[in-house]
């Protein structure tokens, strides 16, 4: 006759034993520590970092053609960088088409975080939108009413199709 409590019982000590001594094995190993490089806006401490996480407060406000400089219930996208701009130290004419002049020339192949990317979205020879590129491909700006403050993919956009320039502008 088998005895299948006693089976049992032995098997659940035998089991027990074995991941006590390799829990206990475990905790006497020091594993060697790596750190993953991260490309989050927490994690940077640049000035185009401390830029972006400004505009990102804004995120969903709304868009209204012409808004007063230095107002934040409402954006244009000049009016959006120069704010986010000028409380990071760095003073921006107030229209897209003056910033398209300040700073300084960068290829649309040498973006880096922080730089202002200008477009004729209408097509009619004249700058009329300005964003501000974040790294990884994206826009942060604002657009249209009923979007407001916004992030979106550069590559294949209207932004990107109807690009003039692009404009570094921190040091």
Same mark, same amino acid.
């Given at each position: 006759?088998?005895?299948?409590?006693?089976?049992?019982?032995?098997?659940?000590?035998?089991?027990?034993?074995?991941?006590?001594?390799?829990?206990?094995?475990?905790?006497?190993?020091?594993?060697?520590?790596?750190?993953?490089?991260?490309? *989050?806006?927490?994690?940077?401490?640049?000035?185009? +970092? =401390?830029?972006?996480?400004?505009?990102? %407060?804004?995120?969903? #406000? $709304?868009?209204?053609?012409?808004?007063?400089?230095?107002?934040?219930?409402?954006?244009?996208?000049?009016?959006?960088?120069?704010?986010?701009?000028?409380?990071?130290?760095? *003073?921006?004419?107030?229209?897209?088409?003056?910033? +398209? =002049?300040?700073?300084?020339?960068?290829? %649309?192949?040498?973006? #880096? $975080?922080?730089?202002?990317?200008?477009?004729?979205?209408?097509?009619?020879?004249?700058?009329?939108?300005?964003?501000?590129?974040?790294?990884?491909?994206?826009?942060?700006?604002?657009?249209?009413?009923?979007?407001?403050?916004?992030?979106?993919?550069?590559?294949?956009?209207?932004?990107?199709?109807?690009?003039?320039?692009?404009?570094?502008?921190?040091?």
């Amino acid at each position: 006759m088998i005895n299948l409590p006693s089976r049992f019982a032995k098997r659940a000590l035998t089991l027990t034993l074995g991941l006590s001594i390799a829990f206990t094995g475990a905790l006497t190993f020091t594993p060697h520590t790596t750190h993953a490089a991260t490309s *989050s806006s927490a994690s940077k401490t640049s000035l185009a +970092a =401390k830029i972006e996480a400004t505009g990102m %407060k804004y995120l969903g #406000k $709304p868009y209204k053609f012409g808004a007063k400089s230095g107002i934040t219930s409402a954006f244009d996208c000049s009016s959006f960088t120069q704010y986010i701009f000028k409380k990071n130290g760095i *003073s921006l004419p107030r229209s897209s088409q003056q910033q +398209a =002049k300040a700073g300084v020339r960068v290829s %649309k192949s040498a973006l #880096k $975080p922080g730089d202002l990317v200008f477009s004729d979205t209408n097509g009619d020879g004249v700058i009329n939108h300005v964003s501000l590129y974040i790294g990884n491909g994206k826009l942060l700006h604002t657009y249209r009413v009923g979007i407001g403050v916004t992030v979106s993919t550069f590559k294949g956009s209207a932004w990107d199709r109807h690009f003039v320039t692009a404009r570094r502008v921190i040091k």
